[in-house]
């Protein structure tokens, strides 16, 4: 996984709604990259309401959050529509499958999806924070927020 400080590998990935989200896109703005097994699921529904409840606050911390799974696009508009996604975009790592996990270390090749992970670049990209939960886990979102209002 890249190691704190290190510079974010760019990436472009389909969103929910269809769009391309690149991470040269969002220079000027922290982002979340918060890395989650599979939609449809309880954790990672829980995981990505969590980014949703939250947006505002991340809006006035100049933080973007994208929930990144290995699902299509198609599936994570019906997931989106279902859970009650509107402002978070949900990033589909279907082609090719878990490519972007795979290029920053946290996918699990033994299962075909990536950890559970959160990842925080600053406003020039590089690694400000990483963490890594048990599958079966819900990340503290408020670690992440207490992390932006600190530094």
């Known amino acids: 996984m890249l190691s704190i400080g290190s510079q974010a590998k760019d990436f472009s990935l389909k969103d929910q709604n269809d769009s391309v989200v690149s991470l040269e896109s969002l220079?000027?703005?922290?982002?979340?990259?918060s890395f989650h097994p599979l939609a449809f699921t309880p954790v990672c529904e829980e995981q990505m309401k969590s980014l949703e409840a939250n947006f505002e606050t991340f809006k006035s911390?100049?933080?973007?959050?994208?929930?990144i799974s290995v699902d299509s696009v198609y599936c994570?508009?019906?997931?989106a529509d279902i859970i009650g996604i509107k402002?978070?975009?949900?990033l589909a790592d279907f082609w090719p499958h878990g490519g972007l996990a795979q290029l920053y270390d946290v996918f699990l090749g033994d299962f075909g999806f990536s950890g559970r992970v959160n990842i925080l670049l600053d406003e020039s990209h590089k690694v400000v924070f990483k963490k890594v939960y048990p599958i079966k886990e819900v990340p503290d979102i408020n670690e992440v927020i207490e992390?932006?209002?600190s530094k």
């Open 76 to 79: 994570k508009k019906a997931w």
């Open 147 to 149: 992390f932006l209002k």
């Open 27 to 33: 220079k000027g703005k922290n982002v979340l990259l």
């Open 61 to 67: 911390l100049n933080t973007v959050c994208l929930g």
């Open 87 to 90: 402002n978070t975009p949900l």
